[in-house]
């Protein structure tokens, strides 16, 4: 057995079952085999820009060099980190918004629930502590974000997690409601990803988010949108909700701001959160990271931002999904998946009754075609925004044949 645990894998795994990648150059990886793989989800829903990006290397070391980094508590800042806020709070669906940074996306969403529920507190409602959550849904792995993740199995054996979470189906407007309704006054906030990633890939049935902006106003409770897959371009626009129309209270980012260079997630605050924390002069906010404003970190996403512009990664997030729909459509009607569903860059497929999902996974390894499985019918498909045509249409073409 390897000396590393690894995550999401069993600890009793081989470490000859692992596969090693050494190197990667925009849409394509390879193993220490020397063998090359179409990064179809890349890596772990992260890399938008591509592998093997030189000016983000060049410009973290270069920060490196002047500046590792100094942490952002209390009195002191860095220049990264300033530069990286107000880029984003200009970007930000809600005007007036500000940024609160960590280290990914766990900690993002641990952070949204402890600035919703004290924005409530200071605004003289402490009794607001109540979370809604969906299902199935990924929030991540802390025991806040796992305790919002409608996943049990991610949730087995690990104890209770965080009190007050009340969890709905992902389409059920209704429960929301009637949650709403069950607890007057005591919902601090309702969370939901704008397109459920890891949960299986589902995008919103049509008005659904704003039916929730429209709870969330009538009921005093704020709406979170958990943007960390969805986030910075994946479905063509930089933040998910300003594609479906909808400003939430809190948005949740990691992933793609970064694109996996260096670990960094954060949340978009809007007024209607940080206006209460600011409002009384003697209020000391106390959270917050070692990492949180990473100077090394911050300069990586601010090249990955001017990458993003520059090379028109939104439209591509776009054109990106004009060709594969077809492509994976053709699959359906041929009767080798049950149903396609995506939005911009973001896509799966559902394999028919008795298919392996994992086997299939791993037939199409053998392929050199990288896609991710989710039980328990799901293969999920998110490739960099770089990706080459050619290398886009290997992944449905792998696809075919593995389950042919």
Not at 95 to 109: C, D, I, M, N, W
Not at 294 to 302: F, G, K, S
Not at 315 to 334: W, Y
């Amino acid at each position: 057995m390897s000396a590393l645990l690894h995550p999401f894998a069993k600890p009793s795994a081989a470490e000859s079952s692992f596969i090693r990648m050494v190197r990667g150059q925009g849409a394509v990886v390879w193993d220490s085999n020397g063998k090359r793989y179409v990064d179809g989800l890349a890596s772990l829903w992260y890399c938008k820009v591509g592998h093997g990006r030189a000016d983000i290397a060049d410009a973290v070391a270069a920060q490196m060099r002047t500046l590792e980094t100094y942490h952002c508590f209390e009195r002191f800042s860095n220049g990264p980190a300033d530069e990286l806020a107000a880029r984003l709070a200009a970007l930000a669906p809600v005007p007036g918004s500000r940024v609160f940074l960590t280290s990914g996306g766990s900690e993002a969403v641990d952070t949204a629930i402890k600035l919703s529920r004290v924005a409530h507190a200071q605004a003289g409602h402490p009794e607001r502590t109540i979370v809604v959550s969906r299902a199935p849904s990924y929030h991540g792995v802390t025991y806040g974000a796992m305790a919002l993740t409608g996943l049990p199995l991610n949730r087995k054996d690990f104890g209770s997690g965080l009190p007050d979470v009340v969890q709905v189906d992902k389409d059920d407007v209704d429960a929301v409601r009637q949650v709403l309704l069950d607890h007057p006054g005591q919902v601090a906030a309702v969370f939901a990803e704008p397109v459920v990633g890891a949960g299986g890939v589902w995008p919103p049935e049509p008005g659904y988010l704003q039916a929730l902006r429209g709870l969330c106003d009538e009921h005093g409770a704020h709406l979170v949108l958990d943007e960390v897959i969805c986030g910075f371009g994946r479905l063509g626009a930089t933040f998910a909700g300003s594609h479906f129309g909808v400003q939430a209270d809190l948005t949740t980012f990691a992933k793609g701001v970064t694109s996996g260079y260096v670990p960094l997630g954060g949340v978009l605050v809007a007024p209607s959160v940080h206006e209460p924390l600011a409002a009384d002069p003697s209020f000391v906010l106390r959270h917050g990271y070692t990492y949180s404003g990473h100077a090394a970190a911050c300069t990586a996403a601010l090249v990955c931002l001017d990458i993003t512009e520059r090379e028109g990664l939104l439209a591509k997030a776009t054109a990106i999904g004009a060709r594969l729909e077809p492509a994976l459509q053709s699959l359906q009607k041929d009767g080798l998946v049950a149903d396609v569903r995506g939005v911009g860059a973001l896509w799966a497929v559902s394999v028919p009754a008795g298919v392996d999902p994992v086997g299939t996974r791993d037939r199409m390894l053998d392929l050199g075609v990288v896609v991710r499985p989710i039980a328990p019918a799901t293969l999920a498909i998110c490739p960099p925004l770089v990706i080459e045509p050619g290398d886009l249409d290997a992944i449905p073409e792998a696809l075919r044949t593995a389950l042919s």
